[in-house]
Nanobody
């Protein structure tokens, strides 16, 4: 089970930190990712991190502004979002999948959190 939190309403240029708490046995052995979905658009990949935390990938649209990290002792994954833009406005979802490969396809993730709203005003 995944529980995302940390969303809110901010102004362009501000920062937010999203967190995703995982529960259940072996939850630290999953690759984790963040996706987002804006109104009227398909869910899109944001970032992913390997189970060890040693490998990460990012969408081009957030590269250099967002940083994904994880703490396996606490079973949490975080997304630090800096220099936010209005186009970052979306519901952000955390997701998990078994296996070592980092993937950016929605269909390859087995477990999903409930989503947290991020709204960036101009």
């Amino acid at each position: 089970q995944l529980q995302a939190s940390g969303g809110g309403l901010v102004q362009a240029g501000d920062s937010l930190r999203l967190s995703c708490a995982g529960s259940g046995r072996g939850s630290s052995m999953y690759s984790m990712a963040w996706f987002r979905q804006a109104p009227g658009k398909e869910r899109e990949f944001v970032s992913a991190i390997s189970w060890s935390g040693g490998s990460t990938i990012y969408a081009d649209s957030v590269k250099g502004r967002f940083t994904i990290s994880r703490d396996n002792r606490k079973n949490t994954v975080s997304l630090q979002m800096n220099s936010l833009k209005p186009e970052d406005t979306a519901v952000y979802y955390c997701a998990a999948r078994g296996g070592f490969a980092l993937e950016n396809e929605v269909s390859l993730y087995n477990y999903w959190g409930q989503g947290t709203q991020v709204t960036v005003s101009s």
